[in-house]
């Protein structure tokens, strides 16, 4: 008995019709149709009145012209309405959109996801191949190398801003190391980072350098260039706890109260015990650091090292050894103790660029490995939220409530 059977065959993937997708196609018409609107919106409110509306205005449209957007939607064309605005002397100047400036070609998303393919290592051609297809082509080598140049000029500007108006109350200073090439050859290269907090809680990143190490010397280069530049004494200070920082700090402000990261010195305790006894010395140190009280974290503090002068008495060196830098943060209001004992926010700026250079096993240059972690936060693909407790800065201190005596 014959079997029948019918067969539907499906066409090829990348052939003919194939290409189109319905999807993209009108995602493009709906950005285009958007960005219209935006900028129409903005040119009425300029002029007073919208298109074929009668009454005065303070100026007149002038038609429109078209102007192609690179965006990470893709290429669009966008028709931009033309307008002049009258002025005090009775002339007109030329209005211009504040949502598409002059002369920009694509969005700052796109201009940082050229920067971050081309300072990862790669090159102009590389990036035109890899972003080619994304784009449907408008990426080419001349795009690449105007981002690049583009880049280039505001990092070296970045580098020269002048820092008098940050209202800067908060250091937090740390280093992280990284791989790149150096006479052609690997070598690790220090990072070190400065983040400031304003007044108004939120942080800004004030320095990355590439230097050899986290040596005084290095460390003082750093500052010295942020305090010629304008930057005031801070009221507060959060180190990782490295001897050359912290004799770079103890030669420009003596004075200022300065906290030991409460993370770097748990890892520190731990390197001095066998691991079998890492468990119980964590249980033991997060509960004398995050007790709820000045007077608890005492209590508990002789309670640790009475414990551990017994049982292992590197680890009670090691806790003695921070001194009162280590709980510098409870002469703080106690809405700031969260913000004010660890180095966590540059922490998390060194994990979130690790993992963006994870496949890079060396990068290019050291000037780059520095441009590029400056660049992920001006780009906005980083972010930076307040401090916790920031409605009680400027810092305000209350006497020194541990007694390291005892």
Not at 216 to 227: N, P, Q
């Amino acid at each position: 008995m014959e079997q029948n059977s019918t067969t539907t065959e499906a066409a090829p993937l990348f052939a003919g019709e194939a290409w189109f997708d319905p999807i993209e196609a009108e995602l493009r018409e709906r950005v285009r149709q958007f960005l219209e609107e935006m900028i129409e919106h903005e040119a009425t409110a300029a002029l007073g009145r919208g298109r074929y509306e009668r009454g005065a205005a303070a100026g007149y449209r002038n038609g429109t012209r078209t102007r192609r957007l690179l965006g990470s939607f893709g290429p669009v064309e966008i028709a931009v309405p033309r307008a002049r605005l009258s002025t005090a002397d009775g002339t007109s100047e030329e209005w211009q959109s504040a949502v598409l400036p002059r002369y920009a070609r694509m969005t700052r998303q796109v201009e940082a996801l050229i920067a971050s393919a081309y300072l990862s290592g790669t090159n102009t051609r590389r990036v035109k191949r890899a972003l080619g297809a994304l784009f449907k082509g408008a990426v080419g080598k001349d795009v690449v190398s105007r981002v690049w140049r583009k880049l280039k000029t505001d990092w070296e500007a970045w580098m020269r801003r002048d820092l008098t108006g940050d209202d800067v109350v908060r250091l937090i200073l740390d280093g992280t190391v990284v791989r790149a090439r150096l006479d052609r050859k690997a070598a690790n290269i220090s990072l070190l980072v400065v983040l400031g907090v304003r007044r108004d809680g939120q942080k800004i990143l004030l320095a990355v350098r590439n230097m050899g190490g986290e040596s005084e010397a290095a460390w003082r280069g750093v500052l010295d260039d942020l305090i010629a530049r304008g930057l005031r004494t801070p009221d507060f200070l959060i180190i990782d706890g490295a001897a050359g920082l912290e004799k770079a700090l103890a030669a420009l402000w003596p004075e200022v109260p300065t906290q030991r990261c409460t993370v770097h010195k748990h890892r520190n305790l731990l390197a001095h015990a066998p691991e079998a006894l890492h468990e119980e010395i964590s249980a033991d140190y997060t509960d004398m650091i995050y007790a709820r009280s000045a007077k608890e974290i005492e209590t508990r503090r002789r309670a640790f090292l009475r414990k551990w002068r017994l049982r292992c008495p590197a680890v009670a060196t090691s806790l003695e050894e921070a001194g009162e830098r280590l709980f510098t943060f409870v002469r703080l209001p106690e809405g700031q103790w969260k913000s004010a004992r660890t180095t966590n926010a540059i922490e998390r700026l060194h994990e979130e660029f690790k993992r963006r250079i994870k496949t890079q096993t060396v990068l290019p240059s050291a000037e780059t490995a520095a441009m590029l972690f400056w660049a992920l936060l001006a780009s906005g693909q980083i972010n930076m939220r307040k401090v916790d407790g920031w409605q009680t800065l400027p810092e305000t201190f209350i006497p020194q409530c541990i007694d390291l005596a005892a």
